[in-house]
């Protein structure tokens, strides 16, 4: 509240200088006035005084007609500036939507494979990672507020094919005759560890792009607030 009574006083310097002019002015006429100088302050009036009031009227005029401009363009800015962050914000807020759904499935995907023995458990849940990822791919990288996000982005939908290609090589590999118990089971093994990890790092890129998003969000509304108050 004290910041912005210091910034109306800083747009209004010239009020008091005025003021005080003015004020002057009309004490010097009172002053004649009492003094006997009528004559010569009428005299004055219709003379001299008459040309520099005009000439004084007009540098207030176009002072005024500045202050007024000046007023209008501040007004203008700051009215794009708030239109400019809003859509900021909606955007953010689909973008965190989209992500934090995608978080929810690849999380549920690793509790499901983590803590079943079958792992087949988890194929189910593949049609949503594949949505998850049609979903991010949508999005318009271009009109991205935030290019930390959008670099974030930018990797999802590979990574979650990665996750998806990943076990769905590791089901085939479940799904081959064993001709070799050893081979079978080696193989098996390092599909297993490849789905793993995968899982693991979709996880962390989803989870570090929806956190990202957050702070850019409250980095906007901090904007938003600072042009409204």
Excluded at 35 to 58: E, M
Excluded at 74 to 86: D, I, T, Y
Excluded at 136 to 145: A, F, G, V
């Amino acid at each position: 509240m004290n910041t912005k009574k210091a910034e109306d006083g800083d747009t209004y310097w010239w009020a008091a200088p005025l003021g005080a002019g003015l004020v002057t002015l009309i004490a010097l006429a009172l002053a004649l006035i009492a003094a006997g100088g009528w004559t010569w302050f009428a005299g004055f009036l219709g003379g001299q005084a008459s040309s520099w009031a005009q000439f004084g009227g007009g540098v207030l005029a176009v002072f005024a007609a500045y202050k007024i401009g000046h007023t209008q363009v501040e007004s203008s800015v700051k009215l794009e500036g708030l239109r400019m962050v809003g859509e900021e914000l909606k955007k953010l807020n689909l973008i965190s939507s989209l992500l934090l759904n995608a978080v929810d499935v690849t999380h549920t995907f690793r509790k499901r494979w983590e803590t079943e023995s079958e792992f087949r458990s988890s194929e189910p849940l593949l049609p949503y990672i594949e949505d998850c990822c049609t979903s991010i791919s949508s999005i318009d990288l271009l009109q991205c507020p935030s290019d930390r996000v959008a670099f974030l982005l930018i990797r999802i939908p590979r990574q979650l094919n990665n996750l998806i290609a990943a076990h769905k090589s590791l089901l085939a590999t479940l799904d081959l005759p064993a001709t070799n118990s050893t081979d079978h089971a080696n193989a098996a093994e390092k599909a297993r560890a490849a789905v793993a990890a995968q899982i693991q790092h979709a996880v962390s890129l989803l989870e570090n792009a929806h956190a990202t998003c957050i702070q850019e969000h409250e980095d906007r509304r901090s904007k938003l607030d600072a042009l409204v108050g």
